[in-house]
């Protein structure tokens, strides 16, 4: 298990998260979310600090909302274009990073297909490494953003007595993951939804349920038998570029996707949650991805005001 992320001074996953750090980041972004939503002005406190953004995999969210956030809190940014970058000649990832770091920079946001990278770099720079999303392992600030929109829009600081349902290809998903591991700290149950071919049995047992206050993991492979049981459902893309689809059809949207007749037959109230990009119509109705219950841009908003909240707990740590 991995260290709490506070002790460490990285941020690489959320397994082994305390409860107690948790709530006190989402407490931080909660109070960062009137920069976030643009209602008042960035803090300043870090300018004249570089934080570097290095994504070997493609990314529209999470790499803009981390600029944004850095950029809110005074910070400048320095982006590898990993596609013109000399990876593409065979540095290795260790290299390129490390070389980023001697030019000065002061923390380094990492997203790349190996499960592990960012923690590799973690051993060996003087910076703090932020992982946006490692292969199929740990993407932690999407689970952090997760959290946030779930706790503003229940206005609760726990999510203890909530079932959170998980559609989609559970085992290449690192948002899976991330979430499994901060909802049931939160207290939440949680439920993965999905074919056995994408929702493999030891997913169950990807957190121990018997600590104090912390939520279960279970299964289902109907997603029609749980709509009733559950107090949020978040929809996960295919991941295609990961296993090409195989066997993925038409039924499934049938079965597992989230169609308007599906969601009007969700109890009152329960929202709808998508970490994008959205497929629309495989697993999400584009009348349901834009209806009354999605969160979907909530989320996105949030991701700012949390990406600003653990930059500027790694910053703070680090002395300038
Ligand atoms: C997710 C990712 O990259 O893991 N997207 C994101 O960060 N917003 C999910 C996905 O790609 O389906």
Redesign the pocket.
């Known amino acids: 298990m991995q260290a709490d992320w506070n002790q460490t001074g990285h941020l690489l996953g959320l397994e082994g998260c305390s409860r107690s750090s948790l709530i006190s980041l989402l407490d931080d972004a909660a109070q960062l979310l009137p920069i976030a939503r643009n209602e008042s002005t960035g803090t300043g406190e870090f300018i004249g600090r570089t934080v570097a953004t290095l994504f070997f995999?493609?990314?529209?969210?999470?790499r803009l909302s981390f600029t944004m956030a850095a950029r809110r809190i005074g910070a400048d940014v320095l982006d590898l274009n990993a596609s013109t970058s000399s990876t593409a000649k065979g540095e290795t990832l260790l290299d390129t990073a490390l070389n980023i770091q001697a030019m000065g920079v002061d923390a380094m946001i990492m997203?790349c297909t190996a499960s592990g990278g960012p923690q590799l770099v973690s051993q060996h720079a003087r910076v703090p490494i932020i992982n946006?999303?490692d292969g199929k392992h740990e993407?932690p600030t999407?689970a952090l953003l997760d959290a946030l929109t779930l706790c503003q829009h229940f206005q609760k600081k726990t999510l203890e007595g909530l079932t959170i349902a998980i559609v989609g290809?559970i085992a290449s998903?690192?948002?899976a993951r991330s979430n499994a591991f901060s909802l049931t700290t939160l207290g939440a149950d949680v439920v993965f939804v999905g074919p056995p071919s994408l929702v493999p049995p030891e997913m169950e047992s990807l957190v121990e349920s018997d600590r104090d206050g912390v939520g279960t993991i279970r299964i289902a492979h109907d997603l029609d038998a749980v709509l009733q049981d559950i107090d949020a459902i978040m929809m996960?893309?295919v991941?295609f570029e990961r296993h090409g689809g195989e066997g993925i059809d038409e039924r499934y949207s049938q079965q597992f996707g989230l169609s308007t007749a599906r969601a009007d037959r969700l109890p009152d109230g329960v929202p709808v949650l998508h970490?994008?990009?959205i497929n629309r119509g495989i697993e999400l109705d584009p009348e349901v991805a834009d209806g009354n219950r999605s969160l979907v841009l909530d989320q996105v908003t949030c991701?700012v005001a949390v990406r600003m909240a653990v930059l500027q707990g790694l910053l703070r740590g680090q002395s300038s």
């Open positions: 995999e493609n990314s529209t969210r999470t997203r946006a999303g993407h999407q290809d998903s690192r948002v996960l893309r991941q970490p994008g990009p991701g």
